[in-house]
Nanobody, 124 residues
Framework: QVQLVESGGGLVQAGGSLRLSCAAS????????MGWFRQAPGKEREFVAA????????YYTDSVKGRFAISRDNAKKTAYLQMNSLEPEDTAVYYC?????????????????WGKGTLVTVSS
């Protein structure tokens, strides 16, 4: 069993930066690929980024490539999402997720654990 708790959201001006954290409980954090999703008002939840359990491979949706960076620290049982050059279109609730396979995160299917989300608001 893994429980995920996001933090680091808030209000930021366009062009600014935020770093989201996802703290996990449970002894098997290192066995899971980790991902970030977001859901804007009136829209479906969408994939943002994922990282394999080793941390070697990362994946991003096209709209955040070059601006966002996902990372993890297995010793701290924490995943991160560094968000730079934020745009108003990035405004959403951001969710952390864990899955046995990184492909599950990329496909947004068969994901085993979700956090409750943290709100990011980017003002223009």
């Amino acid at each position: 069993q893994v429980q995920l708790v996001e933090s680091g959201g808030g209000l930021v001006q366009a062009g600014g930066s935020l770093r989201l954290s996802c703290a996990a409980s449970g002894r098997t954090f290192g066995n899971y690929a980790m991902g970030w999703f977001r859901q804007a008002p009136g829209k479906e939840r969408e994939f943002v980024a994922a990282i394999t359990w080793t941390g070697i491979s990362t994946y991003y949706t096209d709209s955040v490539k070059g601006r966002f960076a996902i990372s993890r620290d297995n010793a701290k049982k924490t995943a991160y999402l560094q968000m730079n050059s934020l745009e108003p279109e990035d405004t959403a609730v951001y969710y952390c997720a864990a899955a046995s396979l990184v492909g599950s995160l990329r496909a947004n299917y068969g994901i085993e654990y979700w956090g409750k989300g943290t709100l990011v608001t980017v003002s223009s």
